[in-house]
């Protein structure tokens, strides 16, 4: 079956400026996650839906970054006034059910460069 | 400030030879650890996970955990040119699903 797509694969703003990535999980995930990964460094937790609701937001950075899941399937991850800071690649997971051992599965990843 | 630590590499090993990648955790609350393998300009995908204290194997690869010494490896054998990536170790943190990962350690196998 598909797996978790992103879209767009790569997006280019100007500092300032308002963008939104999108997540479609693999059909019948029920866990959602966001990180964001930097060039040489491993995957940082941003956050993760259980369902509709965000179940962990404690890794997003500030207040300019928020996620939506409104149905329980796709997400949008929305960052507000763009800083040259934010560019990295934003990787999104979805796992068959929150808690235990279920695997997480990664999207493709958008890559943002803020100018 | 929960941490995993990896040694960044590169470790260079010839085809056929043992890997021997190796990660610390620092929160004692962990209960499960990963590793997943990164292409370059690729996302993770999973190895192995690992819950138990001892050995786990998997056919070329074994994936061992020490809680005492918060202490997790990856063994892989008979490595080939293939194997050649980024490997990032992974641990559960604040309950069962947000993981904290490593740098990532880069293993070159060469022929």
């Known amino acids: 079956g598909a797996g978790v797509s992103q879209t767009p694969s790569n997006k280019v703003t100007e500092k300032g400026k308002y963008v939104e990535l999108r997540c479609d999980p693999i059909?019948?995930?029920?866990?959602l996650y966001w990180y964001r990964q930097s060039l040489g460094q491993g995957p940082e937790f941003l956050i993760y839906f259980q369902g509709t609701g965000a179940a962990d937001d404690s890794g997003l950075p500030n207040d300019r970054f928020f996620a939506v899941r409104p149905e329980g399937s796709v997400s949008t991850l929305k960052i507000q006034r763009t800083e040259r800071g934010d560019s990295a690649v934003y990787l999104c997971a979805s796992s068959l059910q929150a808690g235990g051992f279920d695997e997480q599965f990664f999207g493709p990843g958008t890559r943002l460069t803020v100018l | 400030q929960k941490e995993v630590e990896q040694n960044s590499g590169p470790l260079s090993v010839p085809e056929g030879a043992i890997a021997s990648l190796n990660c610390t955790y620092s929160d004692r609350g962990s209960q499960s650890f990963f590793w997943y393998r990164q292409y370059s300009g690729k996302s993770p995908e999973l190895i192995m996970f690992?819950?138990?204290?001892g050995d786990k194997e998997d056919g070329r690869f074994t994936a061992q955990l020490n809680k005492a010494s918060q202490y997790v490896s990856l063994l892989i054998r008979d490595s080939q040119p293939s194997d050649s990536a980024t490997y990032l170790c992974a641990a559960t943190s604040g309950g069962y699903n947000k993981l904290i990962f490593g740098a990532g350690t880069r293993l070159a196998v060469h022929p």
């Open positions: 690992i819950y138990s204290n």
């Open positions: 059909s019948g995930h029920t866990a």
